[in-house]
């Protein structure tokens, strides 16, 4: 940078002149002045020239001059009722001249000028010295009021508020950004007492706040409420600060920061990591719940076929049979709760299609009638332009059945029941708020009571298995549960709505299908035929489930080869010379599964039937099976009569 370029800390360029602008009618003085201007020791001193008061305005407005040099007697006017009149209108400093010795200053010539002289009493280098001294102070004039200016124009823009209090909480100064934060004026808070304007308790922390920083202690940032002229709670940042005292008041300076929509920002994170943490919680109880059930089929598929077996063998009236009898009803209780426990780990076996769920729903609604009573009114209201969706009908029905049975239990006084179904369109804040569901189009089924509702802790368990309000004669706490995995598996989502005493609202969101729903065709009776001599390959790791399998089938005529794992299938495959019709296995063995081993049968017998059993039922419906779609499958635990006319129906 060049020494032009070198600035004062007045922020003037060094060594620049000074512009200072005559008005004096005196040719002859003007020329004295110039003269004695360009010959004075210190900064150099631009002499301009009018003769006129109504030539200064235009010339400084053309040029502008540091000092004002202005005569008293003036052919047009006098040089002090001028100023008086224009002195606003005027940025330089004002030295009066006159020629009258003697001459009395009066208050006008002090308000208005910085100095008063006689010309006949100023040599040039005194006169050049009173300009330079004067040029100063209105340079630092000017640099002073363009400082405070700058900062005024910070104060006033910046995003933060800065308000001044005294040690009583008093406010002496309010900036005007409160009109961006609570659409009030500033003149609206000057005066008032700043703990009136937070909510609640915090006026008592404020007031701790206050004396601890008075009392020279570092008080971190702290969050505060205030009320919006609209009546809606601002969240604000508040940092507290000393400032230097005024006429002995203590004085606090408060710089606050609108923080309302970082809080609201992370209050939806929380509430959005809270349902996503429920959902993984779920998702955790849901593979726990198909473990067990998946073990407990294969113990109740030995119990239930041991049962059978026995049953056949017992005379009609013996008392035994009755006691078998009332094993089997409490097996098909087992089977009911597993098939249960599979429909909230979204386990189950589903035959999902194209359904019109307003059909499914009005045709449900004289059985949902007779389940809820009469004392409770219900409406079943379908949009005309519903768009079909994907799902099992039958798990449907359960889900309606289940929630009508949830809001009956919920009136028992009466009430009101509501089936409503129509096509909505979620936004992105819905989705934020309702994760993990993204937004899009969706068929909505809502169910709502006017029941006692459920408090908040209530709902924190809505879908958990086994957690019920009702005693333990009135429920087993699989409803919601059941309802739950069906809506998941079927690719929906379900929420719940409700507080003690305004009713509940239960929304499943089911994503729709572009195909044409179809009604299925009604099934012919099948007539068992006899059974020929023909051959079965057992393949079961299970020994009790692979031992009764075997002496079912062969009870009923069938030639039965058993197998423990896939490498023994094929090997007793190999040694038999015969036909063989049907390979009847498991799906998840050691050493392999059941579909790699019906591929590799079927490679050297061709015209196999294939018939897949498990006790993970989602091996027969679910997407990522292992199974092809469409394979036959049979779901553990089953019946002696479900597994011989699962292979009649295969082998004909």
């Known amino acids: ?184 004026s500033s003149e609206a808070f000057v005066g008032r007492s700043i703990f009136t304007l937070v909510e609640g308790e915090q006026a008592a922390r404020g007031r701790e706040l206050l004396e601890a920083v008075l009392g020279g202690v570092d008080v971190p940032s702290g969050q505060v409420t205030v009320r919006h002229a609209d009546g809606s709670l601002r969240y604000i940042d508040v940092v507290a600060s000393r400032i230097a005292p005024e006429n002995g008041v203590r004085r606090v300076v408060l710089n606050t920061r609108d923080v309302t929509e970082r809080q609201r920002a992370e209050e939806a994170l929380r509430a959005r990591d809270e349902m996503l943490l429920r959902a993984q919680k779920m998702e955790a109880v849901g593979r726990l719940a198909g473990g067990i059930a998946h073990d407990f089929s294969n113990v109740l598929t030995v119990v239930t076929s041991a049962c059978e077996r026995l049953q056949d063998t017992l005379p009609t009236e013996s008392s035994s049979g009755r006691e078998i009898e009332m094993i089997l009803r409490n097996c098909e209780r087992a089977a009911s709760l597993i098939r249960q426990l599979l429909a909230f780990s979204r386990q189950q076996t589903l035959a999902p299609r194209p359904i019109d769920l307003g059909r499914l729903a009005r045709a449900a609604g004289d059985l949902l009638t007779q389940f809820i009573g009469e004392h409770i009114q219900l409406t079943i209201d379908v949009a005309s332009d519903l768009h079909a969706v994907e799902a099992d009908p039958g798990q449907i029905e359960q889900v309606l059945m289940n929630l009508a049975i949830n809001a009956r239990d919920a009136m028992p006084e009466g009430g009101r029941l509501a089936v409503r179904l129509q096509n909505v369109t979620l936004d992105e804040e819905f989705a934020q708020n309702h994760a993990p569901q993204p937004p899009g189009e969706y068929v909505l089924l809502q169910v709502s009571d006017t029941g006692h509702g459920m408090s908040a802790e209530t709902r924190e368990h809505d879908f958990e298995p086994f957690f019920t309000t009702k005693d333990a004669a009135h429920g087993s706490g699989l409803g919601l549960s059941t309802v739950y995995g069906i809506v998941k598996q079927s690719g929906g989502y379900i929420w719940i709505d409700s507080e003690p005493g305004q009713g509940t609202v239960i929304s499943v969101y089911l994503p729709p299908t572009s195909a044409v729903p179809v009604e299925p065709e009604t099934p012919t009776p099948h007539a068992p035929e006899s059974v020929q001599a023909r051959t079965v390959l057992l393949t079961e790791d299970e020994d009790d489930v692979r031992l009764l399998v075997r002496d079912i089938l062969a009870a009923h005529g069938y030639h039965v080869l058993a197998a423990r794992d896939p490498a023994d299938a094929m090997a007793r495959a190999a040694a038999y010379g015969g036909t063989i019709e049907l390979l009847l296995t498991d799906v998840v063995m050691p050493g392999g599964n059941g579909r790699d081993l019906a591929r590799r049968m079927s490679a050297v017998r061709p015209g196999l039937k294939v018939l897949y059993m498990s006790g993970y039922p989602e091996h027969g419906a679910a997407p990522g099976s292992v199974l092809e779609s469409g394979a036959p499958f049979l779901a553990k635990p089953f019946t002696r009569d479900a597994l011989l006319q699962k292979i009649r129906e295969l082998l004909g």
């Open 1 to 184: 940078m060049g020494p032009e370029g070198l600035r004062h800390p007045s922020g003037w360029p060094a060594q620049a002149p000074v512009p200072v602008l005559l008005v004096d009618d005196d040719q002859t003085y003007a020329r004295f002045l110039r003269g004695a201007f360009a010959h004075a020791e210190g900064a150099r001193l631009d002499l301009r020239h009018v003769n006129r008061l109504r030539e200064v305005l235009p010339a400084l407005e053309a040029q502008p001059a540091t000092v004002l040099l202005l005569d008293i007697n003036l052919p047009d006017g006098n040089g002090l009722e001028w100023l008086r009149v224009n002195r606003q209108r005027v940025d330089a400093a004002v030295i009066v001249l006159t020629s009258m010795a003697g001459y009395a200053a009066g208050p006008d010539v002090v308000e208005g000028a910085q100095d008063f002289l006689v010309k006949s009493e100023v040599d040039p280098d005194q006169l050049a010295r009173v300009v330079q001294y004067a040029a100063d102070r209105e340079r630092a004039r000017q640099e002073l009021v363009r400082s405070r200016e700058y900062f005024q124009s910070l104060i006033e823009q910046a995003r933060d508020l800065i308000t001044v209090v005294d040690e009583r909480g008093i406010i002496l100064y309010q900036s005007p950004g409160t009109r961006r934060l609570l659409d009030l």
